[in-house]
């Protein structure tokens, strides 16, 4: 079985910085893309970023210049580096990749809470 584990969330003032942190654990053989993803209060899960296994990355369009994604191969680690927070960014984020152990699946984190308020 594969475990993601996130951490680093918070309270955090509009303006201010935190950084998302999730690692991969289990009888891993592989992993693809790995991820983030938010869900607030009355919304559908969205994604916020993802890295591929060779580094290339996407962003959503409302974090795109304020969130950095990068991944530690060697780790299995993904990590979310997020500025300029925004009241609307308060969510629960939730990691997510792909992973190879005998089969290729797909796996989710339990998530972590990010509230950006004064």
């Known amino acids: 079985q594969v475990q993601l584990v996130e951490s680093g969330g918070g309270l955090v003032q509009p303006g201010g910085s935190l950084r998302l942190s999730c690692a991969a654990s289990?009888?891993?053989?592989?992993?693809?893309?790995m991820g983030w993803y938010r869900q607030a209060p009355g919304k559908q899960r969205e994604l916020v970023a993802v890295i591929t296994g060779g580094g290339s990355k996407n962003y959503a369009d409302s974090v795109r210049g304020r969130f950095t994604i990068s991944r530690d191969n060697a780790k299995n680690t993904v990590n979310l580096q997020m500025n300029s927070l925004k009241p609307e960014d308060t969510a629960v984020y939730y990691c997510?990749?792909?992973?190879?152990?005998?089969?290729?699946?797909?796996?989710w984190g339990r998530g972590t809470q990010v509230t950006v308020s004064s």
């Open positions: 289990g009888r891993i053989s592989s992993i693809d893309a």
């Open positions: 997510n990749a792909i992973v190879t152990v005998v089969t290729r699946g797909e796996y």
